[in-house]
Nanobody, 120 residues
Framework: QVQLVESGGGLVQAGGSLRLSCAAS????????MAWYRQAPGKQRELVAY???????NYADSVKGRFTISRDNAKSTVYLQMDSLKPEDTAVYYC??????????????WGQGTLVTVSS
């Protein structure tokens, strides 16, 4: 019914930048909060940043001042601008969204993940 498709991952040197995008599609009536999570090898998935429909944001302490989350409601897309990347940012990044469908079902939807690798 609803899909999230991420793009923008890749390999970058420490200190570099990447921009992740996540586009939602399907039978969507409304998208509330959108978020980015990440999971490094051998670690649990953790919240990186989220943004509400009113564009209030919150960040994990480890990325504050380096990452910026934003959204384009007209395109049903959320972005994650990642600057000053560190090797410890290496992980699979997942997009997450709280969606109300046209049939008024409330769903929590996940993307398939995009790999970010930061070399030292």
């Amino acid at each position: 019914q609803v899909q999230l498709v991420e793009s923008g991952g890749g390999l970058v040197q420490a200190g570099g930048s990447l921009r992740l995008s996540c586009a939602a599609s399907g039978v969507i009536r409304r998208i509330d909060a959108m978020a980015w999570y990440r999971q490094a090898p051998g670690k649990q998935r953790e919240l990186v940043a989220y943004i509400t429909s009113g564009r209030s944001t919150n960040y994990a302490d480890s990325v504050k001042g380096r990452f910026t989350i934003s959204r384009d409601n007209a395109k049903s897309t959320v972005y994650l601008q990642m600057d000053s990347l560190k090797p410890e940012d290496t992980a699979v990044y997942y997009c997450n969204a709280e969606v109300t469908t046209l049939h008024l079902s409330a769903l929590e939807v996940w993307g398939q993940g995009t790999l970010v690798t930061v070399s030292s």
